[in-house]
């Protein structure tokens, strides 16, 4: 067995991140690069856009159009990025910074939880992204053998955050197959009947991978369900300004729930890494205990990284708002794209920059081929749902490409799914 004997078994048998499989898949034909590589190596628009409209230009590489990553296109505004250029020389930059985040950010987002969110009993704490928010928040909460629960189809990030810290009792929840939502009342029977009870209860709203939007009243029961058991409730609103159709985001507080927020859809600073925590002020010592952990993985998120935050909250909602509205008509053409698969295979897109649709019955086992094969014979890169507990679908992003870019994405995956239910997946 050699050295691979000497892992630890709980990382050994943590599942493979699904992001890491896709970039093998991306690597698996020696003439193809992902879209997000491409564009980074394009020196100009103009450049940009004629290899894309002509993925066969001389020189250039066929391209996969990724619509599996959960991106967005946009970068960070461009006037908080100006004055952050600005600080580049700043000694304070290459210095260690409080570990709970800088102070005057943290008083920002206190302020914007109260204005934004409706969470007026909530202390802050900056993360170095939503992951990390969540795995300081597992190492906080949960013990190895503890039971926790999750909906399918799940974030697989969260799934494999249990998995890598010993917590491997992990009750998946179903979802109302209509629309994907949690089912409140499988969750009532759960807490009821384990013992001891469920020690965390997590869901993303609006939803990664769904795209469902979990309405105020549902989340709400969900709250109290988990509070008259005696656990916690964690919410990760990353997407809370990706909302579509009129719907309006909510958050529920409480001194057994934990909050999760992110910069890096909204304000396009994915690559920056800042997220934070909202936990409840009256429960005390929460704090220093979420500080051990933070001492330990980051000491603290980037300096520099938190103040374009900073910068960005100033801003304001309005400038994501405006981002967010340009997704509508990616989020049509990517449907359309899905129509082969029947009208009622697909499911979400209230909320985040998610579709997930089923694939026909026989595909069941086989998403990842699936999944493969759209990637090898037709340029085009999507998420098995087999990552997130559901196999059998797909999940596809509507955000990390721009309007034109989507179009030939959307082309793409029509025309895939068309011969897919037509004749298989012919070679």
């Not at 050994?12 to 003439?31: N, Y």
């Not at 969750?187 to 469920?198: F, S, V, W």
């Not at 129509?339 to 897109?349: A, I, M, R, T």
Request: charged share 20%; proline share 6%.
């Amino acid at each position: 067995m050699g050295s691979y004997g000497m892992l630890a078994r709980r990382i050994v048998e943590t599942e493979t991140p699904v992001m890491v499989k896709i970039q093998e898949v991306i690597r698996g034909a020696g003439d193809a690069m992902s879209l997000a590589q491409f564009l980074s190596e394009c020196s100009s628009l103009t450049a940009t856009c004629s290899a894309v409209h002509n993925p066969v230009a001389p020189q250039m590489h066929p391209l996969k159009f990724m619509i599996s990553s959960g991106v967005v296109y946009w970068q960070p505004p461009e006037q908080a990025l100006e004055k952050v250029k600005e600080l580049v020389w700043e000694p304070s930059i290459s210095r260690y910074g409080a570990d709970d985040g800088l102070p005057e950010l943290r008083n920002a987002l206190v302020k914007k939880l109260r204005e934004e969110n409706n969470l007026h009993n909530s202390s802050v704490m900056v993360t170095a992204g939503a992951n990390q928010a969540f795995v300081n928040l597992v190492l906080t909460l949960c013990d190895a053998g503890d039971s926790v629960v999750m909906f399918a189809p799940y974030y697989f990030n969260a799934y494999m955050s249990f998995q890598m810290t010993g917590v491997t009792n992990i009750l998946v929840g179903p979802s109302n197959p209509r629309t994907l939502l949690p089912d409140a009342d499988w969750l009532k029977k759960i807490l009821l009947e384990t013992k001891p009870a469920p020690k965390l209860v997590t869901v993303v709203n609006p939803g990664n991978p769904s795209g469902t939007y979990i309405p105020e009243r549902l989340l709400k029961r969900l709250a109290d369900l988990c509070g008259e058991a005696g656990s916690w409730l964690v919410v990760d609103n990353t997407y809370e300004y990706f909302m579509y159709d009129g719907h309006k985001h909510t958050c529920v507080e409480g001194d057994h729930i934990a909050n999760i927020f992110s910069f890096s859809k909204a304000y396009g600073m994915m690559g920056w890494r800042v997220g934070y925590i909202a936990y409840p002020s009256n429960v005390e010592g929460f704090g220093a205990q979420l500080l051990k952990v933070q001492d330990n993985i980051p000491i603290c998120a980037s300096i520099i990284s938190q103040h374009l935050a900073l910068n960005s909250l100033e801003v304001g909602p309005d400038w994501v708002t405006e981002q967010v509205k340009n997704l509508v008509i990616n989020r049509s053409l990517i449907m359309d794209a899905l129509s082969p698969l029947g009208k009622d295979s697909v499911k979400g897109g209230e909320g985040a920059i998610y579709l997930f649709a089923k694939l026909p019955d026989k595909y069941h086992d086989d998403d990842f081929e699936v999944v493969r094969w759209l990637a090898s014979k037709h340029g085009v890169v999507v998420i098995p749902g087999s990552a997130c507990g559901s196999p059998g679908n797909m999940r596809i992003s509507f955000a990390g490409l721009r309007e034109n870019e989507t179009r030939i994405a959307a082309g793409r995956l029509k025309k895939g799914l068309e011969e897919l239910v037509r004749d298989g997946m012919l070679q």
